[in-house]
């Protein structure tokens, strides 16, 4: 049985893709021969779409491209450049910074869910991921649903059970998706402006929300990638070291593509000397780090903790926030602002902070680099699809635990609501038994069976102009209710435990009340959007 499901053309459609894309019939690609712009959109479009990317460009982009005098092109047998200067520059004097300037629009398809946040670690790279609120999972790709079949498992005795469990737990989240949807419109009028098409979105959107967590994490998810050629170095390094052997597979997918365009800047990868030892310098503190905690610390239960929990700030932070203010419009040195704003009343204070916080008309207006003079460190103990969420913000630190069973699971009120609890808990103790199952003999694969309404143990490391973007995005009325509920708890924390109530007061686009229908004003805006066109 196959790992991937390679999808059809037609001769005619196979000569259109493959000027464009430099393989027909692998889950990794790069995209060539396009316009900056196409290329953006397509990877926009990309997130809310169940097709594949080739797919999508044939079904809605090929139309308004003029293709005339892209005949010739096929970019499925790699560069035939001339590379002396860039191999001369990058491998002969190593400057690293000449594989800063290529960069590379890559589609990583059918990855599992473990995978995409593997891919999704550096942060000098762009992601966008197929999301679970507008694709619902209850389609089957090539027959099959969709989830990753790893090889290892499904040659073992516990191949047969591994299929038959997965695919239960799809037919649950299909029962669930249907259910709870129809719980949601039964309950929750269509307001009179609203188009039956708008109701029906939001709705849908709502009941997929609730039932995410029945989704086992080898659920498959597509990943457009934007990187540089040091950033992919960097990626697959790391990858080739990981202990998950589908990252390691999908490296080697993904640099036989990274090749056939920026062939230069992935030379040291695979050399045994370069690339292989960082690999194993990886590889090897992992192994042997995990082994030393494992013995002080493994035998030990964990205390009970809040779901959020502010782990370390800075006391002085506020001081030092307006001592960063005034350090660029003054000449003093930073040691002796520090003693004078110390000795500001409080309505200077305030007056300062105002002035460079200023009349923040939106979301996207952010006040300047002082704000990361300050950071937070938060503990978070939340279910793995509210985590898939928050993992994606690249300007901060964030580290995870192994996904398990072990913290249990959050079962939505949505579900309950509905009276379809049972169901629900039925899958989570199926999802917990196949781990158990597994994990003696496949440590790390274990885990694609952890359905997302388990928790996860994670933790965040972010500065104050860090946490002004990532708070008030994430609290938005649109987002998820799991990831709301942790970033209003973060807000409260800074206001209240760190006592930092100016950078708090300065997130002043964060959402505290939730509608009934989370992507409602959404649907409404991209309707007005489509009939104005």
């Known amino acids: 049985m196959s790992v991937y499901i390679p999808e059809a053309?037609?001769?005619?459609?196979?000569?259109?893709?493959?000027?464009?894309?430099?393989?027909?019939?692998?889950?990794?690609?790069?995209?060539?021969?396009?316009?900056?712009?196409?290329?953006?959109?397509?990877?926009?479009?990309?997130?809310?779409?169940?097709?594949?990317?080739?797919?999508?460009?044939?079904?809605?982009?090929?139309?308004?491209?003029?293709?005339?005098?892209?005949v010739t092109m096929d970019a499925t047998i790699g560069l035939d450049h001339a590379e002396s200067l860039y191999e001369k520059i990058f491998l002969e004097y190593g400057d690293d910074s000449v594989a800063q300037l290529g960069g590379v629009h890559l589609a990583c398809e059918q990855a599992s869910n473990l995978l995409t946040k593997i891919l999704e670690w550096g942060r000098l790279m762009s992601y966008l991921e197929q999301s679970t609120r507008y694709i619902s999972y209850d389609a089957r790709l090539g027959g099959r649903y969709r989830y990753f079949r790893d090889p290892e498992i499904l040659n073992s005795p516990f191949g047969t059970r591994y299929v038959g469990d997965?695919?239960?737990?799809?037919?649950?989240?299909?029962?669930?998706?249907?259910?709870?949807?129809?719980?949601?419109?039964?309950?929750?009028?269509?307001?009179?402006?609203?188009?039956?098409?708008?109701?029906?979105?939001?709705?849908?959107?709502?009941g997929l929300d609730a039932v995410r967590g029945v989704l086992p994490a080898s659920a498959l998810s597509n990943v457009g990638v934007f990187g540089t050629g040091q950033g992919y170095e960097s990626m697959l390094l790391r990858m080739r070291a990981h202990p998950l052997p589908?990252?390691?597979?999908?490296?080697?997918?993904?640099?036989?593509?990274?090749?056939?365009?920026?062939?230069?800047?992935?030379?040291?990868?695979?050399?045994?000397?370069?690339?292989?030892?960082?690999?194993?310098?990886?590889?090897?503190?992992?192994?042997?780090?995990?082994?030393?905690?494992?013995?002080?610390?493994?035998?030990?239960?964990?205390?009970?903790?809040?779901?959020?929990?502010?782990?370390?700030?800075?006391?002085?932070?506020?001081?030092?926030?307006?001592?960063?203010?005034?350090?660029?419009?003054?000449?003093?040195?930073?040691?002796?602002l520090l003693k004078r704003v110390e000795a500001l009343s409080h309505s200077e204070r305030v007056k300062l902070i105002a002035a460079y916080v200023g009349n923040r008309e939106n979301r996207r207006h952010k006040p300047g680099r002082a704000f990361e003079r300050i950071d937070y460190r938060f503990d978070v103990l939340g279910d793995y699809g509210a985590f898939r969420d928050l993992q994606r913000h690249r300007l901060l630190t964030i580290e995870w635990q192994r996904l398990s069973p072990d913290h249990?699971?959050?079962?939505?009120?949505?579900?309950?609501?509905?009276?379809?609890?049972?169901?629900?808990?039925?899958?989570?103790?199926?999802?917990s038994t196949l781990y158990e199952?597994?994990?003696?003999?496949?440590?790390?694969?274990?885990?694609?069976?952890?359905?997302?309404?388990?928790?996860?143990?994670?933790?965040?490391?972010?500065?104050?102009?860090?946490?002004?973007h990532l708070l008030e995005l994430r609290s938005a009325p649109q987002g998820h209710p799991a990831y709301r509920r942790v970033v209003l708890e973060m807000h409260r924390l800074i206001a209240e435990q760190a006592g930092h109530r100016a950078v708090a007061d300065a997130m002043t686009h964060i959402t505290h009340a939730a509608p009934d229908l989370e992507r409602l004003d959404s649907e409404r805006k991209a309707e007005s959007k489509r009939e104005n066109k």
Request: glycine fraction near 4%; aromatic fraction near 10%; charge should be negative.
């Open 9 to 70: 053309f037609s001769d005619d459609e196979s000569e259109v893709l493959k000027r464009y894309f430099t393989n027909l019939d692998g889950p990794v690609f790069a995209l060539v021969n396009l316009p900056e712009v196409v290329k953006g959109a397509l990877f926009a479009r990309y997130s809310r779409s169940p097709k594949s990317l080739r797919r999508l460009f044939l079904d809605e982009f090929v139309g308004d491209l003029d293709l005339a005098g892209d």
């Open 166 to 206: 997965m695919d239960r737990m799809f037919d649950t989240y299909t029962t669930l998706v249907t259910g709870v949807t129809d719980h949601v419109r039964a309950t929750i009028p269509r307001n009179i402006n609203d188009s039956d098409f708008v109701y029906r979105q939001a709705t849908r959107a709502k």
């Open 246 to 336: 589908e990252a390691r597979h999908y490296a080697d997918l993904m640099l036989v593509e990274l090749r056939k365009v920026i062939p230069s800047f992935l030379k040291r990868v695979d050399l045994p000397e370069r690339g292989g030892r960082w690999s194993d310098y990886l590889a090897q503190n992992h192994d042997k780090t995990s082994f030393l905690v494992d013995d002080l610390f493994g035998a030990l239960e964990p205390d009970k903790v809040p779901e959020v929990s502010l782990v370390d700030f800075d006391p002085d932070g506020e001081l030092k926030l307006l001592a960063a203010i005034c350090y660029s419009h003054s000449h003093l040195p930073e040691s002796q």
């Open 408 to 431: 249990g699971y959050v079962m939505p009120e949505l579900v309950a609501e509905a009276g379809m609890d049972g169901v629900f808990e039925e899958t989570m103790t199926r999802s």
């Open 437 to 468: 199952a597994l994990r003696p003999d496949y440590p790390e694969q274990a885990a694609y069976a952890i359905a997302m309404a388990y928790r996860l143990r994670y933790v965040m490391q972010f500065n104050a102009r860090e946490a002004i």
